[in-house]
């Protein structure tokens, strides 16, 4: 049976992941506008700096700083043009910043595989923007 295109994209999101460098969370993202991928990213350093797989976490606030979430470095890859009405696909649910990121970047629409606990949903102060959690989405096996 042919895959739907949520479930392809995020297929591909979870292989995106597979590049990730910071052992607490491998997340995997993509833009995508008329079915088309304009940008990918995963959960890592900025280029020509350390990654935490060689050199450890930088840990303030019980959370890794010395990486780049995988929505933003997707985001970066793309102009304003292709982000603006484009879906993201992330593996979990983008935290606070990065949602703040993607509501500013243009993006209409979210879709994610995994809850993330967040103190406040900024997406529920942008009704513009549709947020899809794929419920029973399975992750391709490798």
Known sequence: MRKDWDTYF???AFMVKERSTCPRLH????VVKDKRIKGTGY???????DHC????CLMINEHCK???????????ECSPEERKNATIYITAEPCMECTKIIIASGISRVVY??????E???FEDAPWIEVVCLENYKKPSV
């Open 120 to 122: 406040h949903n900024f």
């Open 53 to 56: 797989d060689d050199v450890g």
């Open 113 to 118: 595989a995994r809850a993330y606990k967040k």
């Open 66 to 76: 010395r990486t780049i979430h995988a929505e933003i470095n997707a985001i970066m």
């Open 10 to 12: 995020m297929d591909i």
């Open 27 to 30: 997340v995997g993202a993509l």
């Open 43 to 49: 959960n890592g350093s900025p280029s020509g700096l």
